[in-house]
């Protein structure tokens, strides 16, 4: 059988409490999800909802407190490098050395990820992605949607299997914003990826996720498919359901299922 691209059992994470502070609040508390073999999820949430967390621990970056993952069917505690081989994060927050060029860039992501035909992958992504004009651009020379773009490839270098996306899209222009939704719609489609997006971009999820996990407090409250949440909650938009969970006004019409 093949496993879920992502297997999330009882993760929690909490932080050292400060000198002199009362015990902090967990920052994720209990999450359990399966996020299938080529399925789009969103992961919903305010901010200091426990997202950004969550994806630290999901790339092995941050050391749960409880619980386990699995990705791609290997154990993250035991056998990391085995799933990053086939994972990747994209964020446009996560800045690219700015004097390198693109293609310096995605050399030595390349060379991480022990890509053997590193010139023709770069070739590829830069066709796919609009990129040829930017390859010997210096990294911090360029736009904010170039940067997205040139996030993306970076991203993608490896093909993985699995995709984590903290908002694609910000501080994008609207042209810009659906280019590259409509790209990772493709390229799901046709490779087969598991993508987890972070987004408070409601329309964004709307149109390009299955499945929502709405996290509050470190904690899932909710979830399903956009139609049904919007419809279990009496609304007219994703928008207005991450409102009433993040004010904890929901509507009467509401029943957790």
Not at 167 to 184: C, K, M, N, Q
Not at 187 to 194: K, N, T
């Amino acid at each position: 059988m093949t496993p879920p691209a992502l297997l999330i059992e009882n993760l929690a994470k909490t932080y050292p409490a400060r000198k002199g502070a009362a015990p902090p609040k967990p920052a994720v508390d209990g999450l359990s999800f399966t996020l299938p073999q080529g399925a789009t999820w969103g992961l919903l949430g305010g901010n200091g909802a426990g997202k950004t967390t969550t994806i630290a621990m999901l790339l092995g970056l941050l050391v749960p407190s409880g619980g386990r993952v699995l990705a791609l069917g290997h154990d993250m505690a035991t056998d990391r490098f085995a799933a990053l081989a086939r994972m990747n994060f994209s964020s446009p927050y996560v800045a690219l050395p700015h004097r390198l060029s693109v293609a310096e860039n995605l050399r030595i992501y390349a060379h991480l990820y022990d890509i053997s035909d590193t010139e023709a992958r770069i070739a590829e992504l830069a066709r796919d992605l609009q990129l040829g004009d930017l390859l010997d651009r210096p990294a911090g020379q360029l736009s904010a949607g170039q940067k997205t773009r040139v996030a993306l490839a970076k991203a993608l270098i490896n093909r993985p299997a699995l995709l984590l996306l903290d908002e694609p899209t910000a501080s994008l222009d609207p042209d810009t914003g659906d280019w590259v939704r409509s790209w990772l719609e493709r390229y799901r489609a046709e490779s087969g990826c598991a993508i987890l997006l972070a987004s408070h971009n409601m329309a964004e999820v709307e149109r390009l996720c299955a499945h929502v996990l709405m996290l509050k407090e470190g904690k899932i409250v909710d979830q399903g498919s956009p139609e049904a949440l919007i419809a279990r909650y009496g609304r007219e938009d994703l928008e207005q359901v991450f409102l009433d969970i993040a004010r904890g006004t929901r509507a009467e019409t509401a029943e957790v299922t």
